[in-house]
Each structure stands twice: as structure tokens, then as C-alpha cells.
């Protein structure tokens, strides 16, 4: 749900642009000072009432109002920011400025080619409509002789020979535009995660069918599959392959040690020799 308001900003002394504080606006493009949102801090928000406007919003800040304050108004998704003056409110661009990775286009932008039309261009104002900021840029050697043309920050052409700014008629085209790109994305997305519901049904299929190693090792053994829990079926009328012999009795384990002793006994009985007295008293006690 869109929420339409407004909110004042002051300059934050413990910024860099603390110079800004209580300066006119002629006076500060003079200086050529730097009107940005990360040189204040918010000190008011609050929703409009109906159809308020910017002098609205200027009346109804006048007792906390100060000169070089800036109110932001957001309606119907654009966003306008206006520096509190002596006298009257001047809208202002550049106050916000979105962090989009891979921006090509910004208010500072200068000599820039596009693509299809001749000579250099320069940005000349932006707009945010929800959440999207588009930048009215003019030639750089005719200015507003010739029609403008209108880019995202990415540099993608939007419109072309628009000779009145962001006026309305444009607006609501930018709105549409940006709606129906909000729709596709939307769209894209959806595929994307109907893509990965899919991908993983795939592999639970497998899984299913493939099983864990408790599975595959039973699969070819078990009459049946009703309790695959690592426990081989071993009844002998599986109709399969054969099964192994279970009550084949293992062979009884044979001592090496036992061996190495027969060994020496032996030995010493070929040779004549005396058996070692330590070895018939082990085979004495083995034996009993």
C-alpha cells in the first residue's frame, strides 16, 4: 500500500555540509554548495491530508521551518524535494540520490553520447517515480532549442523530444512505464521460482527413486519394500538372486602366534635339537 507524506530535513552539524546551515539558496549556489540528503538529518515525517501541496506542507512547517531545510514530498509515488528559502520553497534535484550498482547516468553527468542522436549531452533535472530515477538530459551546445530526451540512470533511452520537462503528460507516461516494468519483473520473477520448485521436484524424483545407500544396497536383496531400514530380508524363497547362506558356519579363527610356535617345535624335532623349554610349557598351557 503506497502512503503518501512528507518529511523535513536539517542540516547536520556533524556533517561535512554543516556550511549549509540557514544559508539562501542564491547564496548557496554561489558557493556551489553541495545540496545532499547525506549532509542532513530527518527531523519530521508525517502523512498529507487529501490533496496537499508543496505550499501546504510550507504553512504547515512554518513554526520549525529554517532557511536551508529541505522538505521532501512523496505522492502517488514521486518523490520532489524543495529547499526552504528566505521567502518561498525552490525545488531542488540531486537531494536524494539512489545507489543503484552499475549507474551510468547521474544530475553531475556531462558529455555524454547517446545512442542515435548527434553531438554531447548533459543532465539537466531527474525525477523519482517509485523508487526509479529517470534524468531529463539536453544538449550540451543547443540546450532547450531542441527537444530533450529523457534516460534511466542506466543510460537507457525512455523518450525522446521532450520539450516541456517533466511536466504531467510526461509524468504519467514515466508512471506506465515503470509500472509495466514492475509487472515484467514481477513476471520474471515468478517464472524464476516456479523454475526452482521444479528443479527441486526433480531431484526429490531422483532421491525418491534412487534412494540413500540403505536403499540401493537392499534393493536388489528385499522380497519386499515395505521396511527399507538398513536391515537386509533375507528370506530364502526371494525369487531373484541368490541369497547368501547365513547359517554357513565361519571358520574357526587360527592363532598366528600358534602357527610361529608349531613352526619352531618342528624345526627343532628335524635337527635334533632340544625343544626350547619355554615352548612346550606355552603349548602345555594352551592346551589346558
Known amino acids: ?7 523535513l530535513y536539517r542540516v547536520d552539524p556533524n556533517k561535512a555540509g554543516k556550511e549549509l546551515w540557514r544559508k539562501p539558496y542564491e547564496q548557496a549556489q554561489k558557493e556551489k554548495r553541495q545540496i545532499w540528503i547525506g549532509f542532513y538529518r530527518q527531523i519530521r515525517i508525517a502523512p498529507i491530508d487529501g490533496e496537499e501541496a ?8 512554518a513554526d520549525i521551518r529554517e532557511v536551508s531545510d529541505v ?12 529547499y526552504a528559502d528566505e521567502d518561498l520553497p525552490r525545488r531542488i534535484a540531486g537531494f ?3 545507489n543503484t550498482a552499475g549507474a551510468l547516468v547521474t544530475l553531475d553527468t556531462k558529455d555524454y553520447q547517446i545512442d542515435g542522436m548527434v553531438g ?9 517515480i517509485d523508487g526509479r530515477q529517470f534524468f531529463l538530459m539536453e544538449h550540451q551546445g543547443y540546450h532547450r532549442n531542441i527537444p530533450s530526451v ?3 540512470c542506466y543510460g537507457k533511452k525512455i523518450m ?19 509500472q509495466k516494468d514492475q509487472i515484467k519483473e514481477a513476471d520474471h520473477n515468478k517464472m524464476q521460482n516456479r523454475q526452482g520448485l521444479m528443479n527441486r521436484l526433480e531431484l526429490w524424483q531422483k532421491a525418491y527413486e534412487n534412494g540413500h545407500y540403505e536403499r540401493s544396497w537392499e534393493s536388489g536383496m528385499e522380497v519386499n519394500y515395505d521396511a527399507i531400514d ?13 541369497l547368501p547362506d547365513v547359517e554357513k558356519k565361519l571358520k574357526k579363527r587360527v592363532s598366528v602366534v600358534k602357527k610361529l610356535r608349531e613352526k619352531q617345535i618342528g624345526i627343532a624335532k628335524r635337527n635334533g635339537r632340544p625343544i626350547p623349554k619355554y615352548l612346550e610349557e606355552q603349548m602345555v598351557r594352551e592346551k589346558a
Open 1 to 7: 500500500m503506497r502512503i503518501d507524506q512528507y518529511a
Open 54 to 61: 508543496i505550499m501546504d506542507i510550507w504553512e504547515k512547517t
Open 71 to 82: 522538505i521532501v514530498l512523496n505522492r502517488n509515488g514521486e518523490t520532489s524535494c524543495f
Open 96 to 98: 536524494i540520490r539512489i
Open 120 to 128: 554531447n549531452w548533459m543532465a539537466a533535472d531527474e525525477i523519482i
Open 150 to 152: 529523457i534516460l534511466d
Open 160 to 178: 525522446e523530444a521532450c520539450e516541456k520537462g517533466f511536466n504531467q503528460k510526461i509524468k504519467e507516461m514515466l508512471r506506465g512505464y515503470v
Open 230 to 242: 538398513g536391515c537386509v530380508n533375507l528370506q530364502k524363497d526371494h525369487p531373484g538372486k541368490a
